[in-house]
């Protein structure tokens, strides 16, 4: 006698529709900008791959041909000197988590590392970012007293870990003018406000940015800051302080780089 019951293999019809609807999911996903599990899983295990590396001492192994150390300034503030260098990436992709080392030569070429120790964040380790034959700004801060006399260099390794990314996820930051009185306040103690809208459907952890005043190359006052988390399609405003002087005691307006630091 045949059973009342239905069973639990789908008729083929329902298999067909099913499955249709699945791609048509998936392909709205991909248009509206859908994140995947696996994307959150790729970008949290980036994050903490970095948190672990940070825990060793810089390697910058063989010198990365693609890109060309253009200059490296020294801004030297009250306690404090910023060395900035400035980067182009001479390759036709993007170049990502690049390890470099900033330092000092002395009397007779002996080099001081600045920035080879253990301990410090990634990113004072190592440039987030530089798009396709573009040219960034990084900067490394330290203690005046720890920064010897000497003529600034800089080395850049091969990237750590290759990115597929075919660009760079689209970034826009601009000081603002929310004080009434100016987007920075200069002299000692000086800062610049700023505000980065991520026009991209990849949001950012750990952002970086870097502030400079004055012209390329004679750099009056030069910072960097981070900013936690900025979602996608979201902004976010950040206070940079400064190392230097612009304005009445130095010259320059101040501009600013957000640097990516997550790329898919």
């Given at each position: 006698?045949a ?14 529709a ?16 859908c ?5 959150k ?5 980036l ?7 940070s ?22 503030g ?11 990436n ?18 007779g ?14 990113f ?8 396709a ?13 720890a920064?010897p006399?000497?003529r ?14 075919a660009?760079l ?5 601009t ?9 920075a ?11 980065v809208r991520?026009d ?18 004679r ?8 900013i936690?988390?900025?979602?996608a399609r ?29 790329f898919?």
């Amino acid at each position: 006698m045949a059973s009342g019951r239905r069973s639990g293999i789908p008729r083929r019809g329902a298999a067909r529709a099913g499955a249709a609807g699945g791609c048509l999911l998936a392909a709205a996903c991909a248009l509206s900008g859908c994140v995947s599990t696996q994307q959150k899983n790729a970008r949290a295990k980036l994050t903490a791959e970095r948190e672990l590396a940070s825990r060793e001492p810089l390697h910058v192994g063989a010198s990365e041909r693609r890109v060309t150390v253009e200059r490296v300034a020294l801004v030297r503030g009250s306690g404090e000197t910023a060395l900035v260098v400035t980067l182009r990436n001479r390759a036709a992709t993007p170049l990502t988590d690049l390890p470099i080392a900033i330092g000092i030569s002395g009397a007779g070429g002996r080099r001081t590392v600045l920035n080879g120790r253990r301990g410090l964040g990634w990113f004072e380790t190592h440039v987030p970012s530089v798009g396709a034959g573009a040219r960034v700004e990084w900067v490394f801060s330290a203690r005046a007293r720890a920064v010897p006399p000497g003529r600034p260099w800089a080395r850049v390794g091969a990237p750590t870990r290759l990115s597929s990314a075919a660009s760079l996820p689209r970034l826009v930051a601009t000081v603002t003018t929310g004080d009434g009185k100016g987007s920075a306040r200069g002299g000692r103690g000086a800062v610049a406000r700023v505000v980065v809208r991520n026009d991209s459907d990849v949001p950012q952890r750990d952002l970086q940015l870097v502030a400079l005043a004055g012209a390329s190359g004679r750099w009056t006052a030069a910072g960097r800051a981070r900013i936690a988390e900025l979602g996608a399609r979201a902004q976010a405003r950040a206070t940079v302080p400064l190392t230097g002087r612009f304005g009445a005691g130095g010259s320059g307006a101040v501009t600013v780089q957000a640097l990516p630091t997550i790329f898919e």
